[in-house]
């Protein structure tokens, strides 16, 4: 069975400060995909990254850096310098590798910056 | 930048009616898919569409509800009989044809509440 796993419900943190947030996935596929996706207090869920089994290199974009341990079976994402914009629920999910399959979503971590 | 279309934002209907929930995909795009999210909870997959019909289903997709792409731009949501547990935000997300399973794009989301 397919799992994702976010363990952490919750975390505050000061303007400035870096944080990571979890995941640790369940899988028996060989290959397959995760994803983070960002949901802002309105409400839409929007797509950050996608990241390959096979691709194990970590991978930065501005303030955001993710980290891929297959070891591990985690998939960690890293905010740098946190800004107040960057509060919103933050998933992490799973996918087999064939085209138009599921997202399977963990439950969420809520992410609060505070001035 | 194309983005995935969903209307009612909100939609309010009384017990044991049947309510429609309409999306634009993004054009270009071959793959649908609805997925939900009570409150305050993980999003779950329902339905996938590809080629005109259901690639795949969740066990939260029952005789209950159907999908439907009645022209070249709409895909649907139809819910029968909806019951108070239906309540939640329903989202439509597309992808591109690929060999892979590539990114899925989300509309903002209906807020369904049901009476």
């Known amino acids: 069975a397919q799992k994702v796993t976010q363990a952490q419900t919750e975390i505050s943190v000061v303007e400035k400060e870096d944080v990571t947030l979890d995941c640790v996935y369940e899988t028996r596929d060989t290959t397959y995909y995760l994803f983070w996706y960002k949901q802002p207090p309105s409400g839409e869920l929007v797509f950050l990254i996608r990241r390959n089994s096979f691709d194990e290199q970590n991978e930065i974009s501005g303030r955001y850096s993710w980290n891929f341990q297959k070891s591990t079976s985690s998939f960690n994402f890293t905010i740098t310098a946190s800004q107040v914009v960057d509060s919103a629920v933050y998933f992490c999910a799973l996918s087999p590798p064939e085209a138009g399959t599921a997202l399977i979503f963990g439950k969420g971590t809520t992410l609060s910056v505070s001035s | 930048e194309p983005e995935v279309t969903q209307t009612p934002s909100h939609q309010v209907t009384q017990m044991g009616q049947e309510v429609i929930l309409r999306c634009v995909p993004i054009s270009n795009h071959l793959y649908f898919y609805w997925y939900r999210q009570i409150l305050g909870q993980k999003v779950e997959f329902l339905v996938s569409f590809y080629n005109n019909e259901i690639s795949e289903k969740s066990e939260i997709f029952d005789d209950q509800f159907s999908v439907e792409r009645p022209d070249g731009s709409n895909f649907t949501l139809k819910i029968r009989s909806t019951k108070l547990e239906d309540s939640a935000m329903y989202f439509c997300?597309?992808?591109?044809?690929?060999?892979?399973?590539?990114?899925?794009?989300f509309g903002d989301g209906t807020r369904l509440s049901i009476l």
């Open positions: 997300a597309s992808s591109e044809q690929g060999i892979s399973n590539q990114p899925q794009h």
